[in-house]
């Protein structure tokens, strides 16, 4: 297994099964100090610098309440719009990351550009971790999802995902690439025009892979273990709330999970979605047994601080 230490974490592509392992086995030792709402100083004198191109509420967040806990610092900014990067002088990423490196000892970064990350991982001589790069991929965010599949059910082989929502989406890329290492099922269920694509299809499949794809969440749903939800109406990033009215779209129900259709999934069939939702997951199901969402929001901190100690060399490996 490759050393975290100094690493990037920017892609699910080729993240070994025994990766996987370490960093659950690490998040695992870390999970009693969120759990008692403690703090430790494992990262004490480390500081993360946060570069948010797009907007965050979780992942963002998440990063910044795991260095808090692990006794570092964090800086940065949560909108292009206040950087040089965001306004006349469109400062590149090669340039921002030159001074980044300066200011801290890893850098998460969004950014609506597919590989953006990955080109500042190139620039930078710190750890850059990917917080979702545009279509590309969510690699925290399904190490996130995977981990609490396995304290809500024990563990990821032998189970059956159910995928739902836009396949474009970055936390479908990198729950595709993240299930080749596993043995499970993925079964995919998007609007024709949001579906996987040939080309990534026949990636997976490449890894052993196969997903099925069904046109109604009604036909798998009693097959599933893990429902794993996306919107398929995408919020318009440049309208306000108040502003967007009556242009929002409503989700067919196809693609929605709603407490009447719970009846026909596994008693211990669990609903996991990254949030934000829009009305593919009504608020009603959030008090059933199946809903997890809200323990993915708190793994997702155990996540982060397992993956900054790694990747910051607090840990052995
Ligand atoms: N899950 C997720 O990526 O949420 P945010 O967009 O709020 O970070």
């Given at each position: 297994m490759?050393?975290?230490?100094?690493?990037d974490?920017?892609?699910?592509k080729?993240?070994?099964?025994a990766?996987?392992?370490?960093?659950?086995?690490?998040?695992?030792?870390?999970?009693?100090?969120?759990?008692?709402?403690?703090?430790?100083?494992?990262?004490?004198?480390?500081?993360?610098v946060?570069?948010?191109?797009?907007?965050?509420?979780?992942?963002?967040?998440?990063?910044?309440?795991?260095?808090?806990?692990?006794?570092?610092?964090?800086?940065?900014?949560?909108?292009?719009k206040?950087?040089?990067?965001?306004?006349?002088?469109?400062?590149?990423?090669?340039?921002?990351v030159?001074?980044?490196?300066?200011?801290?000892?890893?850098?998460?970064?969004?950014?609506?550009?597919?590989?953006?990350?990955?080109?500042?991982?190139?620039?930078?001589?710190?750890?850059?971790?990917?917080?979702?790069?545009?279509?590309?991929?969510?690699?925290?965010?399904?190490?996130?999802?995977?981990?609490?599949?396995?304290?809500?059910?024990?563990?990821?082989?032998?189970?059956?995902?159910?995928?739902?929502?836009d396949?474009?989406?970055r936390?479908?890329?990198?729950?595709?690439?993240?299930?080749?290492?596993?043995?499970?099922e993925?079964?995919?269920?998007?609007?024709?025009?949001?579906?996987?694509?040939?080309?990534?299809?026949?990636?997976?499949?490449?890894?052993?892979?196969?997903?099925?794809?069904?046109?109604?969440?009604?036909?798998?749903?009693?097959?599933?273990?893990?429902?794993?939800?996306?919107?398929?109406?995408?919020?318009?990033?440049?309208?306000?709330r108040?502003?967007?009215?009556?242009?929002?779209?409503?989700?067919p129900?196809?693609?929605?999970?709603?407490r009447?259709?719970?009846r026909?999934?596994?008693?211990?069939?669990?609903?996991?979605?990254?949030?934000?939702?829009?009305?593919?997951?009504p608020?009603?199901?959030?008090?059933?047994?199946?809903?997890r969402?809200?323990?993915?929001?708190?793994?997702?901190?155990?996540?982060?601080?397992?993956l900054?100690?790694?990747?910051l060399?607090?840990?052995?490996?």
């Amino acid at each position: 297994m490759r050393s975290f230490a100094g690493r990037d974490i920017l892609s699910l592509k080729g993240f070994e099964r025994a990766e996987f392992e370490h960093v659950f086995q690490v998040a695992d030792e870390l999970e009693p100090i969120a759990r008692a709402r403690r703090s430790t100083d494992l990262l004490a004198g480390k500081t993360l610098v946060t570069a948010f191109y797009q907007p965050s509420t979780r992942t963002r967040l998440a990063h910044e309440a795991a260095m808090h806990r692990l006794g570092g610092n964090v800086l940065g900014f949560s909108d292009a719009k206040m950087t040089r990067a965001g306004d006349f002088y469109q400062e590149s990423i090669k340039d921002t990351v030159h001074m980044l490196e300066y200011y801290g000892d890893a850098i998460v970064m969004r950014h609506f550009q597919q590989g953006a990350p990955h080109e500042a991982a190139r620039w930078a001589s710190i750890p850059v971790i990917n917080a979702g790069d545009g279509w590309g991929e969510h690699p925290t965010q399904v190490l996130t999802d995977l981990y609490t599949v396995r304290r809500e059910l024990g563990q990821v082989d032998g189970l059956t995902f159910l995928c739902i929502g836009d396949m474009r989406m970055r936390t479908m890329h990198s729950i595709g690439y993240a299930l080749t290492q596993f043995d499970a099922e993925m079964i995919a269920v998007a609007p024709p025009e949001m579906s996987l694509t040939e080309e990534f299809t026949a990636e997976l499949a490449a890894q052993n892979l196969d997903v099925r794809q069904v046109d109604h969440v009604a036909e798998a749903i009693g097959e599933a273990d893990v429902i794993y939800m996306e919107p398929v109406v995408q919020a318009d990033y440049t309208a306000s709330r108040d502003e967007r009215g009556e242009q929002v779209g409503t989700t067919p129900e196809n693609y929605r999970v709603t407490r009447e259709l719970l009846r026909e999934a596994k008693s211990d069939a669990i609903v996991l979605h990254s949030l934000p939702r829009m009305d593919e997951l009504p608020p009603d199901v959030d008090d059933t047994r199946h809903a997890r969402y809200w323990e993915e929001a708190y793994y997702g901190v155990v996540m982060r601080m397992a993956l900054l100690s790694l990747v910051l060399g607090a840990q052995e490996r």
